[in-house]
Nanobody, 113 residues
């Protein structure tokens, strides 16, 4: 299983970023996917989840209404669109295969002026 995140970076408060997670070496469309984030000294936090077909999504209260998770099964990719970013969203963001201990390497998101 390989998961490779991309799209992180430095953005000003109120800005937007779109994270991507490219999956390989497993049948992507058969698995639900998650996005997590982690800041130093804290446990990883589940940010968003999406079902195998993409029809069911769930979000942490802290990002509801600002973040959107989606997936393209033909491209073996899961996305996280992040809008109205806040300094508290600063973290390393990871994608994960739901219910399995398979993680990407993470991508840093920094929200700062």
């Amino acid at each position: 299983v390989q998961l490779v995140e991309s799209g992180g970076g430095l953005v000003q408060p109120g800005g937007s970023l779109r994270l991507s997670c490219a999956a390989s070496s497993f049948t992507f469309s058969r698995y639900a996917m998650n996005w997590y984030r982690q800041t130093p000294g804290k446990e990883r936090e589940l940010v968003a989840a999406i079902s195998r077909g993409g029809g069911i999504t769930n979000y942490a209260d802290s990002v509801k209404g600002r973040f959107t998770i989606s997936r393209g099964n033909a491209k073996n990719t899961v996305y996280l669109q992040m809008n109205s970013l806040k300094p508290d969203d600063t973290a390393v963001y990871y994608c994960k295969v739901a219910d399995y201990d398979y993680w990407g390497q993470g991508t840093q998101v920094t929200v700062s002026s």
